[in-house]
């Protein structure tokens, strides 16, 4: 089922709620691992630069408004640090908004508010900071300093749905990509959050157990992140280097 324009794709023209549909774009091992660093080498003949250029490429043809990480994710690419401000005023907990310019947005999930940006932007991008209402007032003039827009997911930061209907609503888009870490995409498919699956397999393997995987949900035991849920393959393709591309939409599960 090779796509030859990937933008053609059909796609729903919106979710089932009032806030953007989400795709979670990952790279994975045949094993479900998420870090390519620990995958086996390519075999002979594959040019890993090549396996690495589709994930971008695929990325870039979604045209989305702009992509979601967690906060590990999100601290590693910001690379700011905090400027301990002494004191703050009260600030009110509701949405700012920077200067987004035009841009697509970077949006890093961050309950707790430890995320230092330093700048108003990820490789370009307008950066976003979702948060816990409890978080400091320090923190939000830190962030309001850098230029960087953020919103808030509830007390403890905890309410997703929310925090996407208020980036929806608050910035207008209507497709954001979601590519964390497995803790934050299985907090996202616990609250039905994600509305189809990209998911590139390479030919590769990890391996060692409790390395993470692409989605790694924590909570309650025998809780069930995706109960509810089915996923139903719309494309199945391969590229170049052996690499396979599979699109999976989420439909409610049949009772």
């Not at 923190?139 to 230029?147: F, K, M, T, V, Y």
Request: aromatic fraction near 6%.
């Amino acid at each position: 089922m090779a796509d030859p324009d990937l933008r053609l794709v059909e796609q729903p023209s919106e979710s089932p709620l009032m806030r953007p549909y989400i795709i979670c774009h990952m790279g994975t091992s045949i094993d479900g691992r998420l870090h390519p660093s620990r995958f086996t080498s390519a075999a002979a003949g594959v040019s890993s630069d090549v396996l690495r250029g589709h994930y971008e490429r695929i990325h870039e043809s979604f045209e989305a408004d702009g992509w979601i990480v967690g906060r590990k994710t999100m601290s590693e690419m910001a690379k700011g640090s905090a400027r301990g401000a002494p004191s703050s005023p009260k600030l009110a907990r509701e949405a700012h908004v920077g200067n987004r310019n035009g841009r697509k947005l970077a949006i890093g999930i961050d309950p707790s508010g430890r995320v230092q940006f330093g700048k108003d932007n990820v490789g370009g991008d307008h950066a976003v900071a979702v948060l816990g209402e409890h978080v400091s007032d320090v923190h939000l003039s830190e962030l309001r300093a850098d230029g960087v827009s953020y919103v808030f997911a509830g007390p403890k930061g905890d309410d997703l749905p929310g925090a996407m209907e208020r980036i929806g609503s608050t910035f207008g888009v209507k497709k954001l990509l979601l590519e964390g870490g497995g803790s934050i995409n299985g907090a996202f498919l616990k609250h039905g959050l994600i509305d189809e699956f990209s998911t590139l397999i390479f030919s590769a393997v990890d391996g060692v157990a409790g390395t993470q995987s692409i989605i790694d949900y924590h909570g309650p035991e025998g809780d069930r992140p995706g109960a509810g849920q089915a996923l139903r393959l719309t494309h199945c393709e391969t590229l170049e280097g052996g690499m396979v591309w599979l699109r999976h939409a989420v439909e409610r599960a049949p009772s």
